[in-house]
């Protein structure tokens, strides 16, 4: 996979401060975007923003919360003149236990960021990236989506709610230009993978199932986004591309 086109093309990324969205951020650098970030922590956000060599803007905001979304994307936009594509990276997944036992709030709180903050962010992109005649929309399952561990129901329905809202967005948006994609990541060894990768009992749970016997690093992943975020992706919308290092094929 390649990133032809990236060079000059305005990103926001979501999820930037920390984890796989600020190692986003350092490869969408790599490839020579101009770059627009987003997480509720404005000062992690700037230490990210703070190593990267290109144009950056930060915006601290709740992806669950509209006003904030639609004033950060209009920012960016009078900023740079326009936004090419979005990565809606940003993702919760804290304990949850047996279904249930799970309190309704905590159920709510997973799929207010996870699926309606996905939506939300892809609303509120949706102007920019049909300006842009060749928007990108990439948004963020993740392998528990079809393959569930115990105690995960929640942020395992958010998951394989985005693969749904994957094929929704591409069928209402091809007319626009907009090519809209998901990526689901297996176990990388960071962000909330690396307490799985740092477990020696999670972390063989996990290598007894994935085919190529480690965590990926998200470098690795990065490599997708940017192949979808990009002018390459130029006939595929509507797709869930598995990065999982061959997770659950036995
Ligand atoms: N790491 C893995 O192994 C793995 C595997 C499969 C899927 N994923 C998915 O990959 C994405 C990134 O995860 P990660 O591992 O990098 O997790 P992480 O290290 O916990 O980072 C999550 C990012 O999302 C931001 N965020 C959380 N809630 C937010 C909210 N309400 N509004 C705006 N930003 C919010 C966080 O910043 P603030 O706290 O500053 O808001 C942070 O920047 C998630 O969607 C996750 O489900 C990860």
């Known amino acids: 996979m390649t990133a032809a086109g990236l060079a000059g093309r305005v990103v926001v990324i979501t999820g930037a401060s920390r984890g796989i969205g600020a190692e986003l951020a350092r490869a969408f ?117 079809q393959h569930p561990r115990r105690g995960v129901s929640a942020y395992c329905a958010s998951k394989a709610g985005i693969e749904g809202l994957t094929r929704a967005l591409a069928a209402d948006w091809a007319s626009d230009g907009i090519c809209v994609n998901a990526l689901a990541p297996g176990f990388i060894g960071a962000g909330l993978g690396a307490a799985f990768a740092e477990s020696p009992r999670l972390s063989e749970q996990v290598l007894s199932r994935t085919s190529l016997g480690r965590f990926g690093g998200a470098s690795e992943l990065a490599r997708a986004h940017l192949f979808l975020a990009s002018d390459d992706c130029s006939y595929m919308t509507g797709e869930v591309i598995h990065v999982t290092g061959g997770y659950g094929l036995g």
């Not at 979304?69 to 900023?79: G, I, K, P, T």
């Not at 300006?131 to 993740?142: A, E, F, I, K, P």
């Open 29 to 145: 650098a790599g490839a020579g975007a101009v770059l627009c970030l987003l997480a509720r922590n404005g000062e992690e956000l700037g230490k990210v923003a703070a190593d990267l060599p290109v144009e950056v803007a930060t915006r601290p905001c709740d992806v669950a919360d509209e006003d904030q979304l639609r004033r950060s994307f209009a920012d960016f936009a009078d900023r740079f003149g326009r936004i090419d594509s979005v990565i809606a990276n940003a993702g919760i997944a804290p304990a949850s236990g047996r279904a249930e036992k799970l309190d309704p709030v905590v159920w709510r709180r997973i799929l207010e960021v996870n699926l309606t903050g996905t939506f939300l962010t892809a609303a509120a992109a949706h102007p920019y990236l049909r300006d842009s005649r060749r928007g990108r929309l990439v948004l963020t399952s993740s392998v528990i989506a």
